[in-house]
C-alpha cells in the first residue's frame, strides 16, 4: 500500500469516528414493505442468524449503548429498523430480523424470510449488505444460502464475525481462516472478513471506516 493509500485510510477511519460519535437516530422501524422510508440515502444492512449479535453491533459502531434493542432472546428484532446517522443524514443503518431461528412460528419465520430477501434484493440505496457470523460457530448452511441468495441477486456483502472476546485468539484465527476462505468463493464477498467485539470494542473502528467508504463507493 502507498503512502497516498495510507493517508486515505486513516482520514477516512477519523472521518468514520467522527460521524458515528455526531448524530445518530433511529428512524423508523418496518413490520411490512411498504413501510419503508423513501430510498432518500445510501444504506448499509446488518444480516444474519438469530442471535449472532445484529443490533449489538450497530449499538457499538454507533457508540450507543442500546438504539437497536438486543436480546439474549432469539428472534428480538423482528422489524426491519433504519437508523440515520450524520447532520445532515449521511446514510442509513438497517438493523435486520435474523434467519435460521427454528423456534419462531413457521408463519413468523416465512414473514421474516420474506421480508429480508425482498428488501435485500430490491432495495436500490442498499450500498453494502453485512453478513454476520457468530465466531464460536463459524458458516451454519443457513448462512451459505443467505450468501448465495446474495451472489445472485449481486448484492456485495462483508462477511463480519461477532463475539469473538468468546473465544481464544488461536480459535479465532482457525474458524476465520475457514471462513474467509468460503468467503472466496463467494462472487459478492468482499475477500477479507471482519472480526468484532461488540463487547469488548474490538474491529469497530476499522468496521465504521468499511461503512463509510461503501455508503461513498
Ligand atoms: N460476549 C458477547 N456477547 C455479545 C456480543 N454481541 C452480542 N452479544 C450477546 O448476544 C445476544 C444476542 O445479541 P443481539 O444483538 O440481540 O443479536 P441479534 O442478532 O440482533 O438477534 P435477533 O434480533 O434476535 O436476530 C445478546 O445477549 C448480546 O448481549 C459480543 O460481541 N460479545
Ligand atoms: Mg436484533
Not at 23 to 40: C, I, T, W
Not at 115 to 137: E, I, M, N, Q, W
Request: hydrophobic share 40%; proline share 5%.
Amino acid at each position: 500500500m502507498s503512502e497516498a493509500d495510507d493517508a486515505t485510510e486513516a482520514e477516512l477511519a477519523e472521518e468514520a469516528a467522527r460521524l458515528f460519535s455526531g448524530r445518530v437516530e433511529f428512524l423508523l422501524s418496518a413490520p411490512q414493505l411498504k413501510f419503508l422510508p423513501e430510498p432518500d440515502f445510501p444504506e448499509v444492512a446488518f444480516c444474519g442468524r438469530s442471535n449472532v449479535g445484529k443490533s449489538s453491533l450497530i449499538n457499538a459502531v454507533t457508540g450507543r449503548r442500546s438504539i437497536a434493542r438486543a436480546s439474549v432472546t432469539p428472534g428480538r428484532t423482528q422489524e426491519l429498523n433504519f437508523f440515520e446517522v450524520g447532520e445532515p443524514t449521511q446514510f442509513r443503518l438497517v438493523d435486520m430480523p435474523g434467519y435460521g431461528f427454528a423456534k419462531a412460528p413457521l408463519k413468523v419465520v416465512e414473514k421474516w424470510r420474506g421480508l429480508v430477501r425482498t428488501f435485500l434484493r430490491g432495495r436500490a440505496p442498499l450500498k453494502r449488505t453485512l453478513v454476520l457470523v457468530d465466531s464460536r460457530h463459524g458458516l451454519k448452511d443457513s448462512d451459505r444460502e443467505m450468501m448465495k441468495m446474495l451472489d445472485e441477486a449481486a448484492v456485495g456483502y462483508r462477511v463480519v464475525l461477532t463475539k469473538t472476546d468468546k473465544i481464544k485468539a488461536s480459535e479465532l484465527e482457525a474458524v476465520a481462516g475457514k471462513v474467509e476462505a468460503e468467503a472466496r468463493k463467494h462472487v459478492a464477498a468482499y475477500p477479507e472478513i471482519h472480526r468484532t467485539s461488540a463487547e469488548k470494542g474490538m474491529g469497530i473502528s476499522e468496521l465504521r471506516a468499511a461503512i463509510l467508504a461503501d455508503v461513498r463507493a
